[in-house]
């Protein structure tokens, strides 16, 4: 069993629709994010949250929001969703060694979304 | 190499050929470096990493070379073999700190 686990795996669905994406782990890493990639743009960070009371904007937050609702869950949604929005999302978490983050992003297996 | 765009830098090795992917970072202070794998229909998997206080890095078949003074990076892979057909990513983070700067990525096809 996958250790990050994302569903839906495809999702298509109309402008103006809100969507969730969810995400589980059963690593135990506090630390969780949401990516999105883009072709040729590389993976961008959406959201991040380094416990269940931390919930923190990435460099692309506009239009979405998060909600942590337990150590293992972390699900992004789009309130209204736009076909700019077509992308493939992963969920990631990482570590803590001590006071500093190991470095190493375990990712789910992605949720393709498709926004006619 | 690295790309900004809609179009993904490719390299095509043959089967058993060494493959050097390159990729330019973009941070002074990042100091940690990280090579992720995706193949198709997956997330990005860890390959290896190497810390700004190393130059070279050794894994199984896979090396990983870092230019600090150019901000350089590549990723060698020795015998390269079908199942190394993929995009690859490289990444930079600074450790006192959590945010992973991608790099656009790599496609590497092998040919049989």
């Known amino acids: 069993d996958a250790d990050v686990t994302q569903t839906p795996r495809n999702r298509i669905t109309k402008t103006g629709k809100r969507i969730m994406l969810e995400c589980s782990q059963t690593?135990?890493?506090?630390?969780m994010y949401w990516y999105r990639q883009d072709p040729g743009l590389g993976l961008r960070l959406i959201y991040y949250s380094f416990d269940v009371k931390d919930i923190n904007k990435g460099e692309i937050s506009d239009g979405y929001s998060v909600s942590r609702q337990a150590q293992a869950k972390f699900s992004l949604s789009l309130e209204s969703a736009i076909p700019n929005q077509t992308a493939l999302y992963f969920c990631?978490?990482?570590?803590?060694?001590?006071?500093?983050?190991?470095?190493?992003?375990?990712f789910g297996e992605g949720s393709r979304l498709t926004v006619l | 190499g690295e790309s900004v765009g809609l179009h993904l830098p490719t390299l095509s090795v043959q089967e058993g050929d060494n493959s050097i992917i390159n990729c330019a970072y973009s941070?002074?202070?990042?100091?940690?470096f990280i090579w992720y794998k995706q193949e198709s229909g997956k997330g990005p998997q860890f390959i290896i990493d190497?810390?700004?206080?190393?130059d070279k890095r050794q894994g199984q078949r896979v090396t990983v070379l870092l230019n600090k003074t150019v901000k350089h990076l590549s990723l060698q892979i020795a015998a390269t073999q079908p199942g190394d057909s993929a995009v690859y990513f490289c990444a930079e983070k600074y450790t006192g700190g959590f945010k992973t700067i991608f790099g656009a990525g790599t496609r590497l096809f092998v040919k049989a």
């Open positions: 690593k135990g890493h506090d630390r």
């Open positions: 941070n002074s202070a990042s100091d940690y």
């Open positions: 990631a978490t990482s570590a803590m060694r001590g006071r500093n983050d190991t470095g190493e992003l375990f």
């Open positions: 190497i810390r700004s206080n190393m």
